[in-house]
Every structure is written in C-alpha cells, then in structure tokens.
C-alpha cells in the first residue's frame, strides 16, 4: 500500500476491523523515529514486477482473522 497515512491512522483502522473501543495510547517517540512513512514500492515494481493486489484495509483484516483464529485455538 504506497499510500501515506499517519500511525494514528493505521492505529484506528486496527481498531476499527477489530471493533475495539480501546482508546490510542501516545507515547514518546524514538529519537530516530522518522517524520514520515511513506513507502514506496517503485523498486519492488521496476525490479520485480510487482504490485499490491490487496488493499490495506482487506490486509489489515485477514492479518486479524490471522491471528484471532491462532489466539482461539488450543495449545498444541
């Protein structure tokens, strides 16, 4: 997904596809933190041919379904 967004942003999308009503939490940040993410895909495509074939919220959400069916399921 090369579109920019903030963290919060990110942050309220996880929260939304979760249906959690657990605020964001701000905490400092690193000092070497970068300013702005960006990313960019440009050499993946030139070099690899490729492209993103799903869009951030429907990662988003499998990346959830992911982990909530590991989190459910007995230890092995």
Known sequence: NPA???ILELAERV???????APARFVPRPGDDPD???PDIGRAA???GW?????LDKGLAAT???FAARAAAPAA
Request: net charge neutral.
């Open 46 to 48: 030139a070099v690899l």
């Open 15 to 21: 929260r939304e596809l979760c249906r959690s009503a």
């Open 4 to 6: 920019e967004l903030t």
């Open 36 to 38: 702005l993410r960006r």
């Open 51 to 55: 492209a993103p074939v799903v869009d």
């Open 64 to 66: 959830i379904d992911w």
